[in-house]
């Protein structure tokens, strides 16, 4: 989703993944989101409402490959049922920010 001059207005939710914030100053920054939502308001100003996130070179590819490991383990029958909920969850977003991080 790209963000330009004149934008209509709407409201759209956001899956876990990359936000890169180009600023005319200081080139770009990039941000994984664990999710949240985006809000175009009039005039073309961007209000993002996010649970999580962080800048995108805070991770390591090797920990994200060993944290999927474990959260497939759960997931396998490694723990009780809110165990296997919270680990589907959790691997829902290590998956995205695995696919960033390639």
Do not use: T, Y
């Not at 994984?32 to 308001?41: D, E, M, T, Y």
């Amino acid at each position: 989703m790209g963000i330009l001059a004149n934008h209509v207005p709407s409201i759209e939710q956001l899956k876990p993944g990359l936000v890169e914030i180009f600023e005319e100053s200081s080139g770009s920054k990039q941000f994984f989101l664990s999710g949240g939502f985006a809000i175009v308001q009039p005039g073309s100003q961007l209000s993002i409402n996010a649970v999580e996130g962080f800048p995108l070179e805070d991770f390591s590819a090797d920990a994200v490959k060993s944290q999927i490991s474990e959260a497939h383990r759960v997931i396998s029958g490694g723990g009780s049922e809110q165990d296997i909920a919270e680990a589907k969850i959790e691997l829902e977003v290590l998956e995205s920010l695995q696919a960033v991080l390639k």
